[in-house]
């Protein structure tokens, strides 16, 4: 089964090797008229290098008006501590807060300029009619 019509992709962190707290550009992820507003957040990281001793990275999907406005948190993956992890997040977006990006705060602990890869997406439903033969997603 096709599922990739159900959805609009959006890359609301862009994959790049981090050092500290970074943000992503806030992006209009409102789907044209569908009245549904559904959305997986899904973030993942590589191997850190710089061989620091432990690290943390806290990832928060953000909302907001308008693209350079304020951005308030409206969700919070949990915090990640080993390479190569995977991780979801069901959110719902606001109609009066359709800019979405994803914030991800690192800290290291020792290496020599530790650095991880760190990106997030964002899968929007599309609306899907009752009467629809494609399947009901939940």
């Known amino acids: 089964m096709n599922l990739a019509p159900l959805f609009k992709t959006?890359?609301?962190?862009a994959p790049k090797a981090q050092t500290?707290?970074?943000s992503g550009t806030g992006k209009?992820?409102?789907?044209?008229e569908s009245p549904s507003y559904d959305a997986i957040a899904v973030v993942q990281n590589g191997a850190a290098?710089?061989?620091p001793t432990s690290y943390t990275i806290v990832v928060t999907v953000e909302e907001s008006a308008t693209v350079n406005g304020t951005y308030d948190t409206l969700a919070t993956f949990g915090t990640i501590t080993a390479d190569n992890q995977i991780s979801h997040l069901p959110v719902t977006i606001n109609p009066a807060?359709?800019?979405i990006r994803a914030t991800a705060t690192i800290a290291?602990?020792?290496g020599t300029s530790p650095a991880v890869l760190v990106d997030?997406?964002?899968l929007v439903r599309e609306n899907v009619a009752s009467d629809s033969n494609e399947p009901t997603l939940t």
Do not use: D, E, R
């Not at 959006?10 to 962190?13: A, G, K, R, T």
């Not at 209009?28 to 044209?32: M, W």
């Open 10 to 13: 959006f890359q609301i962190l």
């Open 108 to 110: 290291f602990v020792g």
């Open 20 to 22: 500290a707290t970074a």
């Open 28 to 32: 209009n992820v409102i789907p044209g």
């Open 49 to 51: 290098t710089g061989t």
């Open 97 to 99: 807060k359709p800019f």
């Open 120 to 122: 997030c997406a964002l």
